[in-house]
């Protein structure tokens, strides 16, 4: 299984971002698919997710209204399009595939397996 995130940059505050997860060796649709962020310092957060078969996505309060998290079903990959953009974003954004995730757990890392390497986002 490979997970790798692209899309990642630098970008002023206000400003928008999307960030791409392409999957190979597994099937998204049958999957929640997550972004995560790390910033330096702290421990790795739920951003958001989605459960491509029922269609159901969630989201930390921080960035909801802000972010979207969708699949591309042409092409299966998932996208987070990430609108006004705060300083407070700046980490390093990760996709994760699990499964069994719902609106109380869906942030949890041990229900993702599988992880890319990671995107740098800064906002300044």
């Known amino acids: 299984v490979q997970l790798v995130e692209s899309g990642g940059g630098s970008v002023q505050a206000g400003g928008s971002l999307r960030l791409s997860c392409a999957a190979a060796?597994?099937?998204?649709?049958?999957?929640?698919m997550g972004w995560f962020r790390q910033a330096p310092g702290k421990e790795r957060e739920g951003v958001a997710a989605i459960d491509p078969r029922y269609g159901r996505t969630f989201y930390a309060d921080s960035v909801k209204g802000r972010f979207t998290i969708s699949e591309d079903s042409a092409t299966h990959t998932i996208i987070l399009l990430m609108d006004r953009l705060k300083p407070e974003d700046t980490a390093i954004y990760y996709c994760?595939?699990?499964?069994?995730?719902?609106?109380?757990?869906?942030?949890?890392?041990?229900?993702?397996?599988?992880w890319g390497q990671g995107t740098q986002v800064t906002v300044s």
């Open positions: 060796g597994i099937t998204v649709t049958g999957k929640c």
């Open positions: 994760a595939a699990g499964s069994g995730a719902n609106r109380d757990n869906w942030s949890k890392l041990s229900l993702y397996p599988y």
